[in-house]
């Protein structure tokens, strides 16, 4: 049960992002940065699986910002509660060795923003609403005590979103993150030593005409296991934008390039137990950002739970 619990939570993880402002349109981007900490290259066996990640963020920053709906916000302070279900089927089909499997994730969740819109007039605003969905294909692979996942992972803008609006939890633009994660676990120890990188793809805004930069991110982690239920460790992210956004003339005159940059570190606690003979795994992660560019600084919490449908 224990190694399975580490597979189950690790790989069936949210492939979406939360919409707190944190460069890119929004001050952030799709893909929701801290998503994979311990296990991250582990997929597991072939099987119907679901998670569910409550996401909360709250950051603040002193400089100008383009808002997701349109328009440019000063001084913001952004706050994020997201409820992120995701189904993940893992097929008994095999692809140059690797597990094949998808997923698909519908967020749902409540933003809100405080600043000041140009020419500096004090606002807030909030929305509760579904977010852009998402859906992944990706293949995994094992040897001994290492793991490797690989994927692609498409955002789809058709979630609630209104153009203007201050707060929206959809960021109502195509893109595609693509991903690799690599995992070492020694099961004799316990010791957990995962990394995860990542490209993200941007197409344009429609509704703004604002295309944001390629981003890079990175996620790491180490933990421990101590028994059968309990782990422990330390986790953290960077992310750097790696080309610029392109804005309509006014918005791109004041922004420049708008190329962000952030890191942040935490840790996190890990219990797994069994409903019947069912294996479900609980993760705690919290991290706090450091030395931001062009994007929000604030404190993120994860708590997740995840178990199997159905196991071939």
């Known amino acids: 049960m224990t190694r399975f619990a580490v597979v189950l939570c690790a790989a069936i993880g949210s492939l979406w992002a939360a919409a707190a402002a944190e460069a890119a349109e929004g001050g952030g981007g799709v893909y929701l940065l801290g998503l994979r900490s311990t296990g991250a290259g582990m997929t597991p066996p072939p099987g119907l699986f679901f998670s569910n990640q409550l996401y909360v963020y709250s950051g603040s920053r002193s400089g100008v910002e383009p808002l997701v709906g349109g328009g440019l916000i000063a001084n913001a302070e952004a706050s994020a509660v997201i409820n992120i279900p995701t189904l993940v089927w893992v097929t008994p089909a095999e692809l140059m060795g690797a597990k094949l499997g998808f997923s698909v994730t519908t967020p749902f969740g409540g933003v809100n923003v405080e600043g000041d819109v140009l020419p500096f007039l004090s606002t807030s605003d909030s929305a509760t609403s579904f977010g852009d969905p998402a859906v992944a294909a990706f293949l995994g692979w094992n040897s001994g005590n290492f793991h490797i996942q690989s994927g692609v992972t498409t955002y789809i803008p058709i979630g609630d979103y209104t153009k203007g609006a201050i707060a929206n939890v959809a960021r109502h633009r195509l893109a595609a993150d693509v991903y690799a994660a690599v995992t070492w676990l020694d099961p004799a120890t316990g010791i957990d030593i995962s990394n995860t990188v990542g490209i993200t793809f941007n197409a344009k805004n429609q509704a703004t005409d604002y295309t944001t930069g390629t981003e890079f991110h990175w996620e790491g982690a180490v933990a421990k296991r101590f028994n059968d239920n309990f782990m422990a460790g330390v ?78």
């Open 235 to 312: 986790v953290g992210y960077y992310y750097r934008q790696l080309t610029p956004d392109k804005a309509p003339p006014l918005t791109q005159a004041i922004l420049g390039d708008f190329e962000g940059q952030v890191a942040a570190v935490g840790g996190m606690i890990g219990y797994d137990f069994k409903i019947g003979e069912a294996p479900v795994a609980t993760r705690l992660r919290y991290y706090h950002e450091f030395n931001p560019v062009n994007r929000l600084e604030g404190d993120a919490v994860y708590l997740s739970i995840s178990m199997p449908l159905a196991v071939y």
